[in-house]
């Protein structure tokens, strides 16, 4: 770990993510359920689990107060007033055992110490002994993010301006998963555990210009934009068999990555509306430089890329509020840096998952053709398109070992997706509006994967349908039913399996249009078994694999919002471009 000199302004102290880290107070400990199951003298009545998060309130809490301060001033005494290095599981036993030393009358029970330094929140199984049969935990990742923007725009006369903004982004991002092997679904013996820690802090940089010039028949857009971002990320795979003591870190598998992406890129556009005629031509050029570095075997993979994206769009405005379109363009599906990262992680038992440096961006070029019909309680919206795609990305299996598979990011050759689409909009009744959409495609994917090694061909017919009910049941009073399908689609090895997921609203809004009040019942199943789940099936020469997910259904929310001020004021905030897709 290299900490940079700071050089702060004068009369404040130097600070660094690194020194802020270390002035962090001590977390505390919240029971939310369960509280007396880490008593033996409960759990070996029987067997059960208590739930506990760690917390980073900014107020103390007086002592006695169920936040395990007892459990909280021991671990002071042991590491300070900061959370210590290393596993959080281990440091959770040595904060058991001193707060526990031998003979003791009372034994504090071992929630407390997983709670206060373990992240995020946990379920622990205890079945009759002090220290839990299982520890399951929600911390995978977490990330500090920082975002400025700063700009200038400049009238340079009553027909032309011209703008100018530099946006800065940093990202502290870090993360941890877990794999244990169990010998069954009572999970007596862990027959192996692999730890992935990793931290990934990412600094980015955007400049961009853009100018605009207006005469009597049209407007001219011209601009430039230069893009860079680095990471630096440390990747570590550990392990621990059965009968080890420590984890052992397996250097094949662990790493320093770093990666730097330059984007120089440059546009030019005109459009204008002559009667009842609108036009728009444009091109943008792209260079793209990337660079990605590993230290435990010194390579480096370099990618150049220049690229051109023509686009025209032309809208005819006929009668009866009947528009007629058509449009091209040609769009890129930048790799984020986790599917660039050849070092692979142990998702579960069956499955490395990695990426691939050599892996490009995927384009698209969509050519789409259609109308615009509206009346006076609704609109219509057909197109068909066609969709040439370049360098698809796809998540395809290859064998590790005979009980392993390795799940790999790659490119296929090429995609095609032919298809229509239709949206209806329509107000049946003063309270009843409803939206209706579909999507018809066949979709055919063909080349190579893996270096060439393996011949892809597959094609079928995909759609999905798409409905939004909504009722106004009194002023201030609405309903809204959705429901939203996608059939089964095929993918470079096999195909995904059909996904319904329906929901439902009903949202109070007080007459001064100052308090709103919400409930939600998300992915409704009711013991259906239908809703927010698929299967992801893909088969090789030497192998076949089938998973279903399953993800919650009949999930309740409820949430109260106030408004302070009923003017509308717009607010113009940056966006991350880089940080939160890498998150």
Wanted: hydrophobic fraction near 35%.
């Amino acid at each position: 770990l290299v900490v940079l000199e700071r050089s702060p302004e004068e009369g404040l102290p130097a600070r660094s993510s690194s020194s802020s880290k270390t002035e962090l107070k001590f977390p505390h400990r919240v029971c939310l359920a369960g509280g007396w199951m880490d008593q033996p003298w409960v759990s070996e009545k029987h067997p059960g689990s208590c739930v506990v998060a760690q917390i980073w309130p900014s107020v103390d809490f007086n002592d006695r107060s169920g936040m395990a301060t007892s459990s909280r001033k021991v671990a002071i005494e042991l590491w300070g007033d900061q959370l210590p290095a290393g596993d959080p599981v281990r440091n959770a036993q040595l904060l058991f055992g001193a707060e526990n030393p031998p003979g003791s009358e009372y034994i504090s029970g071992t929630q407390d110490h997983i709670g206060l330094l373990v992240p995020g929140v946990s379920r622990i199984d205890y079945n009759g002994k002090f220290w839990p049969k299982h520890i399951e935990n929600t911390q995978d990742k977490e990330a500090l993010f920082s975002l400025a923007n700063v700009g200038y725009d400049h009238k340079l006369s009553g027909k032309a301006k011209i703008n100018f903004s530099v946006q800065y982004e940093g990202a502290n991002l870090t993360g941890l998963t877990i794999n244990k092997n169990f010998n069954n679904i009572g999970r007596a013996v862990l027959f192996q555990q692999t730890n992935n820690p990793s931290s990934n802090p990412l600094n980015a940089i955007r400049f961009k210009t853009d100018y605009t010039f207006k005469n009597n028949r049209g407007t001219f857009n011209m601009g430039y934009q230069f893009r860079n971002d680095k990471q630096d990320g440390n990747f570590e795979y550990a392990y621990k068999n059965m009968g080890m003591t420590q984890f052992i870190i397996d250097p094949l598998f662990s790493s320093n990555l770093k990666v730097n992406n330059n984007i120089h890129a440059g546009y030019i556009q005109y459009s204008e509306k002559q009667n009842k005629l609108f036009k728009q031509i444009g091109l943008r050029a792209e260079h793209l430089v990337r660079t990605l570095t590993f230290s435990n075997n010194n390579k480096q993979n370099d990618l150049i890329l220049p690229s051109l994206f023509p686009s025209f769009i032309f809208r005819y405005d006929a009668k009866d509020k009947l528009v007629l379109k058509t449009s091209y363009t040609r769009r890129v599906k930048r790799t984020n840096n986790f599917e660039l990262n050849p070092l692979p992680e142990r998702e579960h038992a069956e499955t490395l998952e990695q990426g691939d440096p050599n892996l490009l961006p995927e384009l698209t070029g969509a050519l789409e053709m259609g109308l615009e019909k509206s009346w006076q309680k609704g609109n219509l919206n057909f197109t068909i398109y066609r969709q040439d795609i370049k360098n698809p990305i796809q998540r395809v299996n290859k064998v590790y070992n005979d009980t392993i598979l390795n799940r790999v990011f790659t490119n296929a050759s090429k995609a095609l997706q032919i298809g229509m689409e239709v949206n209806l909009t329509n107000s049946i009744t003063p309270y009843w509006q409803s939206m209706i959409s579909g999507n018809l495609y066949r979709y055919k994917i063909d080349g190579t994967i893996f270096d060439g090694a393996v011949i892809v061909s597959n094609a079928s017919i995909i759609y999905s349908i798409n409905s939004t009910q909504s009722i106004k049941i009194q002023k201030g009073l609405a309903l809204q039913l959705s429901i939203n399908y996608l059939s089964n689609r095929i993918t470079a090895q096999g195909e995904d399996g059909a996904f319904v997921t329906p929901h439902l609203s009903l949202k109070k809004t007080t007459q001064d249009q100052q308090w709103t009040f919400q409930m939600q019942w998300l992915n409704i199943d009711m013991g259906a078994n239908t809703a927010n789940r698929q299967r992801i099936t893909t088969r090789g020469s030497n192998f076949y694999t089938t998973t279903n997910y399953i993800y919650e259904t009949d999930q309740l929310q409820f949430s109260l919002s106030f408004n302070m001020s009923k003017r509308n004021r717009k607010i113009t905030l940056p966006v991350s471009d880089i940080a939160e897709k890498e998150f």
